[in-house]
T-cell receptor, first 115, second 114 residues
Framework: ETGVTQTPRHLVMGMTNKKSLKCEQH?????MYWYKQSAKKPLELMFV???????ENNSVPSRFSPECPNSSHLFLHLHTLQPEDSALYLC??????????????FGSGTQLSVL | QKEVEQNSGPLSVPEGAIASLNCTYS??????FFWYRQYSGKSPELIMS????GDQEDGRFTAQLNKASQYVSLLIRDSQPSDSATYLC??????????????FGKGTKLTVNP
C-alpha cells in the first residue's frame, strides 16, 4: 500500500460517455500527478498540481480535464474519448513538488478501455 | 525532445546471476536519475536514486551513473525470481518554462528463471 488510492481500478466506456477518475493520497504530500501508461510506450506525464495549482500541462487533449480541489484529492474528467486513449492511468504524489530529488508514490492505476 | 532509452528486453537470467539493466538519456543537463520497478499489473515503485557519477549501492541493487557517456545502469546481484518485473529508468529534465520533470524510458522486462 503506497498511500495513494485510485478508483475505479477498471473502467470501460463508450466514446460518448463522460466519466471521472479519482485519486486520493494519505501521505500529506503537496504535489499530485497524472501519468498515462500505454503498451510499449514510456510513462507519459499529463498533468502536475503543486499546492492545488496546475504547474504542468503536457499538451494533453482537452477531452482530458483535471481537477484538484485540495492537496489530497485529484480527479481526471473524461469526455468524448477515442479508442487510442485506452491505457493505464496512474496517479502519483510527491512531498513538495516537481523537483530533481522527489520520490514519486504511485497509485495502483485505473485500466481504461474506450470502445 | 528529451528522451530516455532502454532495451525493452525481455532480459532473462538464471537465479543467482547478476542482472544488468542499461539506460541512456538525451539531455546532458539532467541531474537526477531513478530506477522504478513495476510488477505486472501493479504500479511503479522507486528502488534506486542516483545523482552523482559512480556507484550507489543498496542491498543487492547497485545503480551506476556515467554523466560523460549519459549512461545509467542497474545491477541486481544474486537475482531472485521475485525480481522478475519491468524496470523503468527515469531522468530529470528542465522544461522550457523552468520547471523540472521526470521522463521515463519504456522499461526493460526482466525474468529470473529458477
Amino acid at each position: 500500500e503506497t498511500g495513494v488510492t485510485q478508483t475505479p481500478r477498471h473502467l470501460v466506456m463508450g466514446m460518448t460517455n463522460k466519466k471521472s477518475l479519482k485519486c486520493e493520497q494519505h501521505l500529506g504530500h503537496n504535489a499530485m500527478y497524472w501519468y498515462k501508461q500505454s503498451a510499449k510506450k514510456p510513462l507519459e506525464l499529463m498533468f502536475v498540481y503543486s499546492l492545488e495549482e496546475r504547474v504542468e500541462n503536457n499538451s494533453v487533449p482537452s477531452r482530458f480535464s483535471p481537477e484538484c480541489p485540495n492537496s489530497s484529492h485529484l480527479f481526471l474528467h473524461l469526455h468524448t474519448l477515442q479508442p487510442e486513449d485506452s491505457a493505464l492511468y496512474l496517479c502519483a504524489s510527491s512531498l513538495m513538488g516537481p523537483a530533481t530529488n522527489e520520490k514519486l508514490f504511485f497509485g495502483s492505476g485505473t485500466q481504461l478501455s474506450v470502445l | 525532445q528529451k528522451e530516455v532509452e532502454q532495451n525493452s528486453g525481455p532480459l532473462s537470467v538464471p537465479e543467482g546471476a547478476i542482472a544488468s539493466l542499461n539506460c541512456t538519456y538525451s539531455d546532458r543537463g539532467s541531474q537526477s536519475f531513478f530506477w522504478y520497478r513495476q510488477y505486472s499489473g501493479k504500479s511503479p515503485e522507486l528502488i534506486m536514486s542516483i545523482y552523482s557519477n559512480g556507484d550507489q549501492e543498496d542491498g543487492r541493487f547497485t545503480a551506476q551513473l556515467n554523466k560523460a557517456s549519459q549512461y545509467v545502469s542497474l545491477l541486481i546481484r544474486d537475482s531472485q525470481p521475485s525480481d522478475s518485473a519491468t524496470y523503468l529508468c527515469a531522468a530529470s529534465f528542465i522544461t522550457q518554462g523552468g520547471s523540472e520533470k521526470l521522463v521515463f524510458g519504456k522499461g526493460t522486462k526482466l525474468t529470473v528463471n529458477p
